[in-house]
Structure formats: C-alpha cells, structure tokens
C-alpha cells in the first residue's frame, strides 16, 4: 500500500465553523506533512511529525491545530478560518533517518474554501 | 539552506518535441533532488529522484534527469512530449537522509501543443 489517503476532497466551511481534515497512510513511515499550497504556487510547508511529535511549525497561525492520533493518522483541525485561508491542503509521509531519502509521498489533497 | 530555482514559469512545446525542464539547486550539503508533477486539482506524484547513486535518473511516463554537480543543475528532459504531459512540474531539494524538510521550486507549467 503506497497511499495516503486524504478526507474529505472538498470542504466548504463559514469562518465561524470547526472542521477537521484527515489524513491516513499505512506505508510504515514515521514522518507526516501538513502543506498549504494555492493557486499556481509551490506547496508551503505548515507542520512536520516525526515519530507523532510537532518537530516542526513554520509559524502557522493557531486557528490550525494539527494533531497525530498515532503513526498512522494525521489531523488538521480547522477554527475561525479567514476567506484566504482558501487553498488545497496537502499531506505527506516519509521516512526518517537511514531508511529515507527525502522523498515525500503526497494525497490527493484537500479543497478548502471559506466563505 | 537549501533552495532551487526553476527557469521558466511556463513552458510550451509540440507533441512529439523534446521537452527540457530547467532546475538549480544551491545545498550545503549533498543534495537529495526530486522533481513531482501535478495535474489539476491533484497530489504532487514523484517523478523520479536522485541520492546520490547514478547521476542519470530516470523516472515514470519516459521522462529522466541528469545531475550535474558543477552545473549545479538537475533539469528534466522528456524525448517526446505527449498530451498527457500537459502539467505543473515541480523540482525540489532535500539534505542527505529522511525527514528533513523538502523546499520546492516554483514550478513551471508545461502546455503540450497538437
């Protein structure tokens, strides 16, 4: 299995409402990725697991709150989003260490609007 | 730090020409150096990748990259272009060993023309 796995593919949310995005992989890795990318642009980096601790939080405004259930699972929790928060949110998994070489395995994405 | 730097924001060629998409990279470090495509309204998908064994790469769909450390360049080529490869394509680099972070170019959008 080679997937992650990215719910829901859609998501249309007011500013005032809690969502949560989902992301699932069962490839054995112990590294998880939270990417915002918009229209055109290069996927921005948010937030990094390792071993289902925050190692990394590229100064991401707290109304996004990530969260790692287990090595398996990847959440994002959404609060008080402004409209350009809009954007497809990405997930990724990889390796660590010795048994890696950098190479991010992405889902499909989440589709975010905010009205 | 690392960074790349793609050349071109957009590309356009026929079907059936060569494609050749422009990657530097500046590392510190030996560099792991990646290029993913995107189609619309997808995930990124790998390519193909080089660390550090051959320095001629070659990837999915026909396409392969050649590192170059003196160019320090990693531009990916396709001998014919095809429809299908209509894309954003994305080139990206990481240090030595898993888990660091992956800085992406800024893409370039390649059009396929009958």
């Known amino acids: 299995d080679t997937e992650v796995t990215q719910t829901p593919k859609h998501l249309v949310m007011g500013m005032t409402n809690k969502k949560s995005l989902k992301c699932e992989q069962h490839?054995?890795?112990?590294?998880m990725y939270w990417y915002k990318q918009k229209a055109k642009k290069p996927p921005e980096l948010m937030f990094v697991?390792?071993?289902?601790?925050?190692?990394i939080n590229e100064s991401v405004p707290s109304r996004f709150s990530p969260e790692c259930p287990n090595s398996s699972l990847l959440n994002l929790h959404l609060h008080a989003l402004q409209p350009e928060d809009s954007a497809l949110y990405l997930c990724?998994?990889?390796?660590?260490?010795?048994?890696?070489?950098?190479?991010?395995?992405f889902g499909e994405g989440s589709r975010l609007t905010v009205l | 730090a690392q960074s790349v730097t793609q050349l071109g924001s957009h590309v356009s060629v026929s079907e059936g020409a060569l494609v050749l998409l422009r990657c530097n990279y500046s590392?510190?470090?030996?560099?792991?150096l990646f290029w993913y495509v995107q189609y619309p309204n997808q995930g990124l998908q790998l390519l193909l990748k080089?660390?550090?064994?051959?320095?001629l790469v070659k990837g999915i769909n026909g396409f392969e990259a050649e590192f170059k450390k003196s160019e320090t360049s990693f531009h990916l080529t396709k001998p014919s272009a095809h429809m299908s490869d209509a894309a954003e394509y994305f080139c990206?680099?990481?240090?030595?060993?898993?888990?660091?972070?992956?800085?992406f170019g800024t893409g370039t959008q390649l059009k396929v023309e009958l």
């Open positions: 990724a998994s990889s390796h660590i260490g010795q048994g890696g070489t950098g190479e991010l395995f």
């Open positions: 990206a680099v990481s240090g030595a060993g898993g888990g660091n972070k992956l800085t």
């Open positions: 697991y390792s071993y289902e601790k925050l190692s």
């Open positions: 080089y660390t550090s064994a051959a320095t």
């Open positions: 490839m054995g890795h112990r590294a």
């Open positions: 590392s510190s470090v030996p560099p792991y």
